[in-house]
């Protein structure tokens, strides 16, 4: 079992920045690939970010590259998603996931991870 705990979230001012946190159990953490997703009440679950294992590779959503960046520290177990210049749109839920076979592959799809944290609130006032 790998429990997955986000933190950071809060309350910003359009333009501003968030740093979100997202610590993972296991011994095996540097061979997980991990994501963040975002979700808003009646709206499926979103993809935003995902890192390898061992920080190989990154994918962005295409509403949040170049202002987003995830990078993880595998001596922490901790993954850590960037949000700068925010706009009200980036208000949601944002959860953190990992994906403990490690495998690059569909990783925009939440099916593919099977751990989830119960995700923190980011709110971007206008």
């Known amino acids: 079992q790998v429990q997955v705990v986000e933190s950071g979230g809060g309350l910003v001012q359009a333009g501003g920045s968030l740093r979100l946190s997202c610590a993972a159990s296991?011994?095996?953490?540097?061979?997980?690939?991990m994501g963040w997703f975002r979700q808003v009440p009646g709206k499926e679950r979103e993809f935003v970010a995902a890192?390898?294992?061992?920080?190989?590779?990154?994918d962005y959503a295409d509403s949040v590259k170049d202002r987003f960046a995830m990078s993880r520290d595998n001596a922490k177990n901790t993954v850590y998603l960037r949000m700068n210049s925010l706009k009200p749109d980036d208000t949601a839920v944002y959860f953190c996931?990992?994906?403990?076979?490690?495998?690059?592959?569909?990783?925009?799809?939440?099916?593919?991870?099977?751990?989830w944290g119960q995700g923190t609130q980011v709110t971007v006032s206008s």
């Open positions: 296991g011994r095996t953490f540097s061979n997980y690939a």
């Open positions: 996931a990992a994906a403990t076979d490690g495998r690059w592959w569909s990783i925009r799809s939440a099916n593919r991870y099977d751990y």
């Open positions: 890192i390898s294992g061992l920080s190989v590779h990154t």
